[in-house]
């Protein structure tokens, strides 16, 4: 359970580490936020936290559907419409995509102490190519990356699929789950990697409701706040600047 002064008890060894993508690494839900508002301004409704937490993480289609029967627009915009009428917005605003505090650090630390790293993100392939176009180095550090239209994840987060497809294609094969740090933003990708039998470090967005942070091992502010050697992980050899 998520303990609020950032230590964790009985956790770990960790031995490999998975990373979620958008919310995580990078700066794009609020693309996802913004396109939303958008569209839901045109049926005089507004897109609010409670709804973000529901799609956040999920495949496209998946998140598409919740929008459209949450919101009540199904009857005039279908699941399938919607993802190409934001389409075209979202594709102008990916090239942008930001890293977020403390995620190249932690990933360049990890790949220097050979701790075998993944990304694992509900993104499709054409997605992922835009958000990472200016960081192909920071992302050719993973081992391997496993995408939302990977024929093995068959469901989206919260289903285990992704992170039990990602484990697999370490060095040497399945890792066992218990060995595995995963680090998430939705509540969606937090309960995956449960449902994964792994471990799980949320950094939530301030704004997602505080009753998403209990289903995981432990909650941070920021990737900046992680401290490697609470997961039995290499330390830092010099404190963050
Ligand atoms: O958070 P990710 O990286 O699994 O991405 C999922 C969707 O593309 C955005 O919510
Ligand atoms: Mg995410």
């Given amino acids: ?66 929008f459209v029967e949450e919101t009540g627009i199904s009857d005039s915009l279908t699941a399938e419409d919607f993802l190409v009428e934001r389409e075209a917005m979202l594709q102008k605003l990916f090239p942008s995509s930001e890293i977020m505090p403390g995620a190249s650090r932690l990933i360049r630390h990890l790949h220097a102490k050979g701790i075998p790293i993944c990304l694992a993100t509900g ?39 992704i992170f039990l497809a990602a484990a697999k294609r370490f060095e040497g094969g399945s890792v066992d789950p218990h060995k595995i740090l995963v680090f998430e933003d939705a509540p969606s990708g937090v309960n995956a990697a449960k449902n994964a039998g792994m471990s799980v470090v949320m950094v939530p967005d301030p704004r997602l409701d505080s009753s998403f942070h209990d289903a995981a091992d432990q909650v941070l502010s920021s990737l900046l706040d992680f401290s490697p050697n609470d997961w039995g992980l290499p330390p830092y050899e010099v404190p963050a600047s």
């Fill in 1 to 66: 359970m998520a303990n609020p002064s950032g230590s964790v008890s009985g956790k770990g060894p960790i031995t490999h580490v998975i990373f979620d993508m958008d919310g995580l690494l990078l700066d794009t839900e609020k693309y996802y936020t913004e396109v939303q508002e958008i569209i839901l301004a045109r049926y005089n409704k507004s897109f609010d936290w409670s709804l973000k937490a529901k799609m956040m993480g999920k495949k496209a289609i998946e998140a598409a559907r919740v």
């Fill in 123 to 161: 993104s499709h392939r054409r997605h992922f190519e835009l958000k990472t176009q200016r960081h192909g180095e920071l992302f050719s550090l993973m081992h391997h990356v496993v995408l939302g239209d990977d024929p093995d994840v068959k469901q989206g987060k919260p289903s285990p699929d």
